[in-house]
């Protein structure tokens, strides 16, 4: 059965970095693409940063372009997000995700990590 266990969030003041982690389990990690998403309260969750399952593709919101970077270690099954220059809006619930590769939909989803920014 499929799983991903979100790591590293907390709470960092603005400017500050954070580096989350997502182990996956339960699946060929290689050859899945992966993702990052978010959930502000009360909103709805939004895409942040993908990645291929080969790596060669990458895409970020335009809100965190500069700042933040996604990447993987597929010997580690390993997915993570450098978030640098933090601001009070990336306040959020962060979730992984993966879909199979060249597929559309995100399929497992993790429970999410926590990350506050303190203005």
């Known amino acids: 059965q499929a799983q991903l266990v979100e790591s590293g969030g907390g709470v960092v003041q603005t400017g500050g970095s954070l580096r989350l982690s997502c182990l996956a389990s339960?699946?060929?990690?290689?050859?899945?693409?992966m993702a990052w998403f978010r959930q502000a309260p009360g909103m709805e969750r939004t895409f942040v940063a993908s990645i291929s399952w080969s790596s060669i593709r990458t895409d970020f919101a335009d809100s965190v372009k500069g700042r933040f970077t996604i990447s993987r270690d597929n010997a580690k099954n390993t997915l993570y997000l450098q978030m640098n220059s933090l601001r009070p809006e990336d306040t959020a619930v962060y979730y992984c995700?993966?879909?199979?590769?060249?597929?559309?939909?995100?399929?497992?989803w993790g429970q999410g990590t926590q990350v506050t920014v303190s203005s």
């Open positions: 339960g699946f060929t990690f290689s050859l899945y693409d």
């Open positions: 995700a993966t879909k199979y590769r060249r597929t559309t939909d995100y399929t497992t």
